[in-house]
């Protein structure tokens, strides 16, 4: 099936540690995202990226790092620079402008 | 810049009735407009969308939405609700800038 794969599930981090959680996608889409998501704060965006080897900072990218390196990959850091990484991660893919996203089922990271 | 309001947080209805979830733009040009919705510990998944021409749109599991220029409104509505439609529910206009711009979201609790 087509679709974008989010790995782990679950993740722990300890204090100043970095850890990276994985997006891939088959879909052959262009543009990739990385969403915050926190309760009663809807979706903040991170980073994304239009095409490989391209990404833009959004929203809230302070503490986080991204590479696009293929087509299919976007991996995302959570650098120990962000203080309050507690929160549920999601990954999404699009066709490209003003298409709909199509979303991974999520990574939630929380502090040991 | 772009905003999406999403005016109740929560919504409570009883299997079998109606449905209206609210949702409010604001953008200068023509918007592109999504419904998404998100089980728990999910990603979300694509509900509707518009684009241009019949402002009635028509989308998975018995949704629809009406666009409303004169109101910057994008209200989702479903006829008779079933208890597997309790989620929470998220609009995006997606800007030129090829990235989307989420509501807060509204949760649907539904009483059998």
């Known amino acids: 099936d087509g679709g974008i794969t989010q790995s782990p599930k679950y993740l722990f981090r300890k204090e100043g540690q970095n850890v990276t959680l994985s997006c891939e996608q088959n879909l052959n889409h262009d543009a990739m995202y990385w969403y915050r998501q926190d309760p009663g704060q809807g979706l903040r965006l991170i980073y994304y990226s239009q095409i490989v080897n391209d990404f833009q900072k959004g929203d809230i990218a302070e503490g986080y790092s991204v590479s696009r390196e293929k087509k299919e990959s976007f991996p995302l850091t959570v650098t120990s620079a962000q203080k309050n990484p507690t929160a549920f991660y999601l990954c999404a893919a699009s066709g490209g402008r003003n298409q709909p996203q199509h979303f991974g089922d999520g990574t939630r990271l929380s502090i040991l | 810049a772009q905003s999406v309001t999403q005016p109740d947080i929560h919504i409570t209805v009883s299997e079998g009735a109606s449905l209206e979830l609210r949702c409010n733009y604001s953008?200068?040009?023509?918007?592109?407009l999504f419904w998404y919705v998100q089980s728990p510990g999910q990603g979300l998944q694509l509900l509707l969308k518009y684009f241009s021409g019949d402002t009635l749109v028509q989308g998975i599991k018995g949704f629809e939405a009406e666009f409303k220029r004169s109101q910057s409104s994008f209200n989702l509505r479903k006829p008779s609700v079933h208890w597997s439609d309790a989620a929470e529910y998220f609009c995006a206009v997606d800007t030129n800038a090829g990235k989307s711009t989420f509501g807060d979201g509204t949760t649907l609790t539904v009483k059998p």
């Open positions: 953008y200068g040009a023509t918007p592109y």
